[in-house]
């Protein structure tokens, strides 16, 4: 995976599909793999989710570099067909991370439409930040493990009802992540009022550090490290406060005094309103994933 991201600019798979890898899953998924004929090194994997009735299974899937332009890719991709087929009902979600065109175009020969377009914005940390207005009766304090989890997820599920991954997180999707060595309670602000009601949050992340993982095998990162909005919500009954910016405002300017240059955030392209709320803080357009959808 390292080696496939390092080529194209973009992990090949999603960080729900390497915790999953690294901790497990609730719920079994199947892994294809490609091995090579002589060494039987693993040269390609593709992942595949069976469990979700409403949107149908997804896949994900990485070629390492060296091994790309021999079909291993297609027959990953079909091979994770024929488990939809065999164990849902035949409808395939496909992701491509970077949107690279080797992987549209195999996509659509395999008869597979684009669907969904998960965009990465990034923005200077050294550029001018706003000061963090919060309206008034309302605090920011740091998230507490293990005392938070609950209501964190209440509002997380009312924020993303309608999101197809993020409002369907679990306790143990959240400890999985508070198990992580990126994770400091520090950088996960809570939004709340007198009472102590949570309203909304900002959890921010740093990729590029180095850290000792817990399960060991994890080789320090070469990049620069770089801040993440890593997941922003707002409980829709707060929504006339209008937290969105303030909170938004609040996990950069905790990142900017880590002393990090830069900060990225994942956004779907149909999100409009978040879109224009992070153009109109300064963030860019950096890349694309997609995902393709087989329909039957």
Request: aromatic fraction near 6%.
């Amino acid at each position: 995976m390292r080696a496939a991201g390092d080529t194209d600019g973009a992990l090949p798979l999603s960080e729900h599909v390497v915790l999953h890898l690294r901790h497990g899953g609730e719920a079994p998924a199947v892994h294809l793999l490609a091995l090579d004929p002589v060494s039987r090194q693993i040269i390609g994997y593709a992942h595949v989710d069976t469990t979700d009735a409403v949107e149908g299974a997804s896949a994900e899937l990485v070629v390492h570099p060296l091994h790309r332009r021999r079909g291993l890719g297609r027959a990953l991709v079909t091979a994770a067909m024929a488990v939809a087929d065999e164990r849902a009902d035949g409808r395939l979600r496909l992701w491509a991370h970077g949107d690279h065109p080797s992987a549209s175009a195999l996509a659509i020969r395999l008869g597979f439409d684009r669907a969904r377009v998960l965009l990465q914005l990034r923005r200077s940390l050294f550029a001018p930040l706003d000061e963090v207005a919060l309206p008034d009766g309302v605090r920011l304090r740091a998230f507490r493990p293990g005392e938070d989890d609950d209501a964190w997820l209440a509002v997380n599920s009312a924020a993303f009802a309608d999101h197809p991954e993020q409002g369907k997180w679990t306790l143990e999707d959240l400890r999985a992540r508070l198990r992580e060595p990126w994770f400091e309670a520090a950088g996960f602000l809570l939004a709340e009022d007198e009472d102590g009601r949570l309203l909304g949050f900002h959890w921010t992340k740093v990729h590029g550090e180095e850290h000792t993982h817990p399960h060991g095998g994890e080789e320090p990162h070469a990049h620069e490290p770089i801040g993440e909005v890593y997941v922003l919500g707002v409980d829709p009954q707060a929504q006339a406060r209008r937290l969105g910016r303030a909170l938004t405002l609040a996990g950069l300017w905790h990142l900017r005094n880590r002393g990090l240059a830069q900060v990225m955030l994942y956004v779907d392209e149909s999100n409009t309103r978040a879109v224009a709320l992070y153009q109109r803080l300064g963030f860019v357009r950096w890349s694309n994933d997609v995902s393709f959808q087989r329909t039957l």
